[in-house]
């Protein structure tokens, strides 16, 4: 009777057991959303092709990249992007490996001499040696108190050596990952370093302002640099000769010589270009020429190519990206790799000086929010348009017939007519092309030397500019209706709602900015904000501009000022402290209300405003977190849906009306993300959900470790039958 007691509870605890570890299961239902979101696509010479049944990788389309380093051989780029490792093989044409670490947010990446593993250095103070095959961490580097900021490996191979912004630089063993060595003697972060072609020396470059030459086996200071005005940003050996170079933010660029037993220096000042704050500098392998980038804080991101023995330009280019970090030849010189913040990585061809290829063609500009159809419509790089729809989550493209130019989130290469109709974008040739949707059919070229396009808000009038004049062209009737010079090239342009005035801002913080009339060409000058402009927006009654601008001197203020269109003169000015990454990046007047919705660095949020007091009314945040700060905002024509996007992923707000009264209650909002690197949740609902995989992993792990114990149990109690039966 006891033995029949203990197989009924053996049996109980059986059920109990797997109907807890089902019901843990059931409970955390399967997320039916992919982990990878996929583009429709296909291969139709169709001009709008949507197929269900062929699907290409997003992953394919998005490279944002921060720094970059090629291989020795040439045969490969690795990328570091955000919390992932990227490989781009040269010859294929493609990635062969993409490796992401969820702890980790990279900085500067280097291969090794041998070509065989990476080093690349970490915002979580830790450095790591990988395989280039695998992507497996081989050894992990901990001993810096923050960050690491840039990296590099010894000629033969066994050291690499490490800057922090501690102020650090440690120089460890690549066999046993133990740190060797540690230079100190900078007075704050260290912002680049580079090993000596010899192996015997690093040059460092400092945010102190000094660059220091270390001895790497006695761990002393050859030499160090006067103190600049600026930090040295970028330090480089040249290949062949006992010289470094030192970029610096005030926009030097310095050639160091040893010479009786010191290093002099030289100012190269390149003719027919103006060095700006220098990010990063490279030399290329014959030791002939050095590609200098202008980013961050320079007025303009551009790349200068000099000869170094002529000190003559040899090339600029212009266009490229935002917050340029690094530029990279390829081995054999005939290319150039520029990288930037929150953006795609650009391959120049090196000898011809046209842009070969961008690699992931996923830069988003929103173009159009379609309220009746629940879509938003954004732009991309290369020939592809794309088309969201945020309530259904898909995915649809339009294929351009003509590659479009590459273009960013501050700039107009494509545009939407506001009824849909139409789309304008700037071809390579810099020419402007209008496509009419509803045939499918290229309807208009005009041959010009453009840089920006816009359409008004009437349908009728399209504007495009170059660096010097403004030009507005009558659709209808084909015809250009005026022709407006200006003295400074501009950064962005907005109508006014009636269409008869636009409003510019100067991609130059010395510039101000400028209200045009379209008609007249007359112009008026706004005065009364101390800064770069980031963005602009004007009131929907048209009464009120409001400029977004940032005081980059000291690092100290931003804010915004708002003027009256009757007579431009200033109504407000809101400025903010830099306190704790406060920076803001882009505005927007909403419709109905005296509101503007502001976005913040700080903390990726966004922040409904009153635009005379700077009060702040609401605050909206995303359902996902990444490293990417949101660039831009931007409201559909009624106010009822926000869109915000950034180099990775685009969220969108949708606004209520319980009021009936056609005005949207910024209080009832609901928000959707489409990320494609974290799919994440579709809504807020969805994402109070707990996460299937780990869910179901526990529970499955959990049914199982049950399992094995019952079997356990069950035999004990076999045993222990067998043996009472024996002694009965």
């Not at 494509?414 to 496509?435: E, H, K, N, T, W």
Request: proline letters at 3%; glycine letters at 6%; aromatic letters at 10%.
């Amino acid at each position: 009777m006891e033995c029949k007691r203990e197989r009924i509870h053996s049996i109980s605890l059986v059920a109990m057991i797997v109907i807890s570890g089902l019901t843990l299961i059931i409970n955390n239902p399967i997320n039916i959303i992919p982990s990878k979101l996929t583009i429709m696509g296909t291969q139709s010479n169709e001009t709008i092709s949507i197929l269900p049944d062929e699907r290409i990788e997003l992953n394919e389309f998005l490279v944002v990249s921060s720094y970059c380093d090629w291989s020795p051989d040439g045969g490969s780029i690795v990328f570091s992007s955000y919390n992932r490792i990227i490989i781009w093989d040269t010859e294929k044409k493609d990635f062969v490996l993409e490796k992401e670490y969820p702890e980790m947010r990279f900085n500067q990446v280097s291969w090794s001499p041998d070509g065989k593993k990476i080093l690349a250095g970490s915002m979580d103070k830790i450095g790591i040696i990988i395989s280039k095959d695998t992507g497996k961490i081989i050894k992990q580097l901990k001993g810096h108190s923050e960050w690491i900021r840039t990296v590099d490996w010894s000629p033969d191979g066994k050291k690499v050596c490490t800057g922090s912004g501690d102020g650090e630089i440690k120089i460890w063993s690549v066999s046993s990952g133990k740190c060797l060595l540690t230079l100190d003697e900078h007075e704050d972060r260290i912002w680049d370093l580079d090993w000596s072609p010899d192996g015997d020396r690093i040059v460092s470059g400092s945010r102190d302002g000094t660059a220091i030459v270390w001895d790497i086996t006695s761990g002393s200071i050859l030499y160090r640099s006067q103190v600049q005005s600026r930090d040295i940003g970028s330090v480089t050996w040249h290949p062949k000769n006992n010289v470094f170079y030192t970029g610096s933010a005030d926009g030097e660029l310095k050639s160091w010589t040893y010479t009786n037993n010191e290093y002099v220096s030289n100012k190269i000042e390149p003719e027919k270009t103006e060095l700006m704050a220098i990010s990063a500098i490279e030399i290329s392998s014959d030791g002939n020429a050095v590609a200098v980038a202008n980013g961050y804080m320079a007025r303009i991101q551009k790349v200068d190519v000099i000869d170094i023995n002529q000190g003559k330009t040899i090339q600029v280019i212009n266009g490229t990206s935002y917050s340029i970090l690094e530029v990279d030849w390829s081995p054999g010189m005939d290319s150039l790799i520029i990288t930037s913040d929150f953006s795609n990585p650009q391959i120049w061809n090196a000898k011809e000086w046209v842009l070969e290829e961008t690699l992931g063609y996923f830069k988003k500009t929103v173009m159009r929010i379609d309220n009746e159809k629940n879509e938003v419509i954004f732009g991309s790089n290369g020939d592809i348009i794309y088309i969201w729809n945020f309530e259904e989550n898909i995915m649809k493209n339009v294929k351009l017939p003509i590659y479009a130019i590459d273009h960013d989130v501050d700039d107009h290469k494509v545009c939407f007519s506001p009824d849909g109709r139409y789309v304008c974008f700037i071809a390579q040739d810099m020419s402007v092309y209008i496509l009419d949707l509803t045939i499918k059919e290229l309807v208009t070229k005009i041959e010009a030397d453009c840089i920006g396009v816009s359409w008004s808000p009437n349908d009728e009038v399209l504007c495009f500019w170059n660096q010097s004049k403004l030009s507005t062209y009558n659709v209808h009737s084909d015809l250009i209706l005026n022709r407006i010079n200006y003295t400074q090239p501009m950064k962005k342009i907005e109508w006014a709602p009636d269409g008869k005035w636009i409003c510019t801002i100067p991609r130059y913080s010395e510039d101000l900015s400028v209200v045009f009339d379209i008609e007249t060409g007359e112009n008026n000058t706004l005065i009364g904000y101390s800064g770069i402009p980031y963005d602009l927006s004007i009131s929907g009654d048209g009464k009120y501009i409001s400029i977004l601008w940032s005081n980059w001197i000291g690092y100290s203020l931003n804010g915004v000022t708002t003027w009256e269109t009757d007579n431009f003169s200033v109504v407000s000015n809101i400025s903010v402290e830099w306190t704790l990454g406060m920076i803001y990046e882009s505005i927007e007047w909403a419709p109905y209300n005296d509101l503007i919705f502001i976005n913040a660095w700080k903390d990726n949020g966004i922040r409904l405003c009153d635009p005379f007091t700077g009060e702040v009314f609401l605050n909206l945040s995303r359902n996902i977190f990444t490293m990417a700060p949101i660039k831009k905002v931007q409201l559909s024509e009624d106010g009822k849906i926000l869109v915000a996007y950034n180099a990775r992923d685009i969220s969108v707000w949708s606004f209520g009306d319980s009021d009936g009264d056609g005005i949207p209650n910024y209080n009832e909002h609901n928000n959707k993300t489409w990320d494609p690197l974290n799919p994440g949740y579709d809504d807020e609902e969805e994402g109070k959900e707990k996460n299937f995989s780990f869910w179901f992993g526990a529970g499955l792990t959990f049914t199982i470790i049950s399992f094995l114990a019952i079997v356990t149990v069950v035999n004990i109690i076999r045993r222990r039958m067998k043996s009472n039966a024996k002694q009965k």
